[in-house]
């Protein structure tokens, strides 16, 4: 005698199977979406945060290289804020300076403080938009007198 299977007796799905397949798969693509959005985003903060670190350590290479320019530099570089103009430390009343790197703009403020007698304290702070808020990166340093 031939017995029918119980698999066989009922063919194709509920509709609450398929409804539920389908919320299950829904569910599912949200969740990876939400994390490469995620991944996305945390990516491009990184790379804000690494240019604007460059920057800053370039501010305080500036200064390096403007003290190591002759042998009265360091004394010619008094207490007050710069900027770089094509390559050169320039003295200035405003504070930051602006910088466009790709389709962003960066702020920049180099701040070199007063005479110790024989080092002088570096500041340079980089600010930028990001998302919703400001973001910053502080770097500071010494130069000393040769």
Avoid: P
């Amino acid at each position: 005698m031939l017995e029918i299977s119980i698999f066989k007796k009922y063919k194709g799905q509920t509709l609450v199977e398929i409804i539920l397949a389908v919320a299950v798969a829904i569910t599912v693509i949200v969740a990876l979406v939400t994390l490469a959005v995620s991944a996305m985003r945390f990516a491009q903060s990184s790379m804000m945060r690494s240019v604007g670190e460059k920057l800053a350590a370039g501010g305080i290479e500036a200064v390096r290289i403007k003290r190591n320019s002759s042998v009265d530099a360091y004394d010619n570089l008094g207490a007050g804020h710069y900027f770089i103009d094509g390559g050169d430390l320039v003295s200035t009343s405003s504070e930051f300076s602006s910088i466009s790197y790709d389709k962003y703009t960066f702020s920049r403020k180099i701040d070199i403080g007063t005479d110790t007698g024989s080092y002088k304290n570096i500041f340079v702070e980089v600010r930028w938009q990001e998302g919703a808020g400001d973001r910053k990166v502080y770097l500071s340093s010494r130069i000393y007198k040769y």
